[in-house]
């Protein structure tokens, strides 16, 4: 995110952080509660244990409760920022870490890529004496959070429109941005329609589905064709794939979107919450043996 470097009052420049950050935190709540609770009940027993233990007591073992909580403490930690996406060069609809890792000063490792192997890196000190010097609870929130942002289509999207951010649309006929649509707009839609406006249907729906034979290729998305999970190279990739192929297609400044983007797309986002979930249970499988 930049910064504006001219003069402006303070009040302006604190307006406008309002909006921009409103507007770039990944998945809505909706799509990241959905994530977490795929995930938890695939969970080994070692890695339950782990949740249960580094989780606050007040969230009651449910990972989901705080599955937003990286959003929230953006204001008070603006340096996490960055670690929520990735900016691609325009049009060129491919990743390469040592390219587009890095935040708006160039500083490398800072995307979500970085900080999805930075959080695992810790995580992995669970048990060890090196524990000490990370605070894990952290480190789990802030992983399961950028498993959700990572498989977000537009968390991997071009540079100049910040990842749709820029790109005014209507939602049938409300005014939204293309990065909105994607974070809620689409999934707020299915639960209305599909799902009694009620999230833990979509999440029932959506466990389904993966738990059906031959439906998705589970085994698959569960490893990495080299190492252990996570693979976040390999997640990114498919998200721009994904943000070329449909999110960005057709859409220009203005456009309405309604029935014939929203009937191709949620395919999609159905798609990238369930890998985000079943992938963030195999890592934290993996992370806690
Ligand atoms: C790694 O985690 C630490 C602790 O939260 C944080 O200060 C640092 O900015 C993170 N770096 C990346 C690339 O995620
Ligand atoms: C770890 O982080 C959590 C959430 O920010 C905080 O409540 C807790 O006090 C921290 N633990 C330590 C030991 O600093
Ligand atoms: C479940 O799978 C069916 C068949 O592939 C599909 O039509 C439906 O949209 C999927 N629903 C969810 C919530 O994933």
Same mark, same amino acid.
Not at 7 to 10: A, E, L, M, T
Not at 100 to 106: E, H, I, M, P, S
């Given at each position: 995110m @930049?910064?504006?470097k001219i003069?402006?009052?303070?009040l302006l420049v604190g307006f406008w952080f309002l909006c921009s950050v409103a507007l770039v935190h990944g998945w809505g709540n909706d799509g990241h509660l959905t994530v977490c609770r795929l995930a938890q009940p695939r969970l080994s027993e070692a890695a339950a244990n782990a949740v249960?233990?580094?989780l606050p007591a007040y969230? @009651?073992? &449910?990972l989901g409760s705080l599955c937003s909580w990286a959003d929230r403490v953006k204001f008070r930690r603006p340096w996490s920022s960055p670690l929520h996406y990735i900016d691609t060069p325009d049009d060129l609809c491919t990743y390469q870490y040592t390219r587009?890792?890095?935040?708006? &000063? *160039?500083i490398k490792d800072r995307c979500v890529v970085g900080a999805i192997n930075n959080y695992t890196t810790q995580l992995l000190t669970y048990g060890q004496e090196s524990a000490s010097q990370y605070n894990l609870t952290e480190a789990l929130l802030f992983l399961s959070h950028f498993m959700g942002d990572i498989h977000?289509?537009?968390h991997v999207g071009f540079t100049s429109d910040r990842g749709g951010n820029t790109i005014?649309?209507?939602w049938y006929t409300r005014k939204s941005v293309l990065h909105h649509v994607w974070d809620n707009n689409i999934i707020d839609t299915a639960e209305e329609r599909y799902d009694d406006s009620d999230v833990t249907e979509l999440i029932d729906a959506i466990q389904t589905n993966i738990t059906l034979k031959g439906n998705y290729r589970v085994k698959t998305w569960e490893g990495c064709t080299t190492g252990n999970p996570p693979c976040p190279d390999v997640y990114a990739t498919e998200s721009i794939k994904a943000a070329c192929n449909f999110a960005y297609k057709g859409v220009t400044e203005e456009s309405v979107l309604e029935d014939p983007y929203f009937l191709t797309r949620v395919p999609i986002v159905y798609l990238r919450l369930a890998q985000g *979930?079943?992938?963030l249970a195999a890592t934290l499988n993996s992370i806690f043996g």
């Open positions: @930049e910064f504006p003069q402006i009052s303070p249960k233990d580094l969230a @009651e073992d &449910d587009d890792c890095k935040d708006a &000063d *160039g977000q289509p537009l005014d649309v209507h *979930g079943v992938r």
